[in-house]
């Protein structure tokens, strides 16, 4: 569920379209105290949180075996975090897990998903793709792949940019929600160009700015980039929970929590 620019993020969040002014000592003091959305208990109700869009379920864990082509014109999409055949992330997971592990289920399949990259097709993959995948997710190796993945391009880019604009656990959630869907790149509904529209209205409190007011702004563009494309337009993810969190005042994500998505409600106690 994310652009094809999506392999663009790399090194590249901290570069974004507005530069960021340096903080008081007194916002770097607190903001370097002050518990993230990598803390772990934190980063639990993250992937939840993500898990209940992304696959409506809140078992997070129970996606490393998921795949299925949901016919968002980026081919196969897998995976806890939903990396795709034709994103480049799929890509990337296999060749670190082939890396790790040569000749393990999926190797065979590295030239099919170098040939698809970019593209929807299926070419080279179907027909046992799909229940490769699911036998490789019984690996171990595999599954911290996927872990490791997920932390280096979308978790950990996210909440750095997160922590270097000032905002607590609530905006570092809204900004690595924000990379799943839509990665980051040149394109206008990239995450780094999201955040850019926000900061064309308001700033955050890196710069001295009302977080809250920065974070209906961020979430207004949010709302925008998902409208331009159709199989992004149902908006509940962020209409009925990341909002929902906000005009609550609860920043720092703190159960209990309850949120609506797609229609489904869940709760986290």
């Known amino acids: 569920m994310k652009h094809l620019s999506r392999r663009a993020l790399l090194g590249l969040i901290g570069a974004s379209a507005v530069t960021v002014p340096l903080r008081t000592s007194e916002a770097t003091a607190a903001c370097a105290t002050a518990v993230g959305l990598d803390d772990p208990a934190k980063k639990e109700i993250a992937?939840?949180?993500v898990s209940s869009a992304e696959n409506s379920s809140l078992d997070w864990k129970a996606q490393y075996k998921?795949?299925?082509?949901?016919?968002?014109?980026?081919?196969?999409?897998?995976?806890?975090?939903?990396?795709c055949s034709g994103t480049g992330d799929m890509l990337d997971l296999v060749e670190l897990y082939t890396d790790r592990k040569p000749g393990n289920v999926l190797a065979r399949y590295?030239?099919?998903l170098r040939q698809v990259d970019g593209s929807d097709s299926h070419a080279g993959l179907d027909p046992n793709f799909p229940g490769d995948w699911r036998r490789a997710a019984q690996d171990a190796e595999f599954r911290r792949a996927q872990d490791d993945e997920r932390d280096r391009v979308y978790f950990n880019p996210a909440v750095r940019q997160g922590k270097t604009d000032g905002l607590r656990v609530l905006g570092q959630?809204?900004?690595?929600?924000?990379?799943?869907m839509h990665g980051d790149g040149g394109d206008p509904t990239s995450f780094r160009n999201i955040r850019g529209r926000a900061l064309n209205r308001a700033r955050p409190p890196a710069q001295g700015g009302d977080e809250v007011t920065y974070l209906n702004a961020f979430l207004d563009?949010?709302?925008?980039?998902?409208?331009?494309?159709e199989a992004h337009s149902d908006t509940s993810r962020v209409d009925t929970a990341q909002r929902v969190f906000l005009r609550k005042g609860n920043l720092n994500l703190d159960p209990p929590l309850d949120w609506k998505v797609y229609g489904d409600s869940y709760h986290i106690g």
């Open 110 to 112: 590295l030239p099919a």
């Open 221 to 229: 563009a949010r709302v925008w980039a998902m409208k331009q494309e």
């Open 173 to 180: 959630f809204a900004y690595y929600d924000a990379i799943v």
């Open 47 to 49: 992937m939840q949180l």
């Open 66 to 83: 998921y795949i299925e082509d949901i016919g968002d014109g980026r081919g196969y999409t897998a995976g806890i975090i939903g990396f």
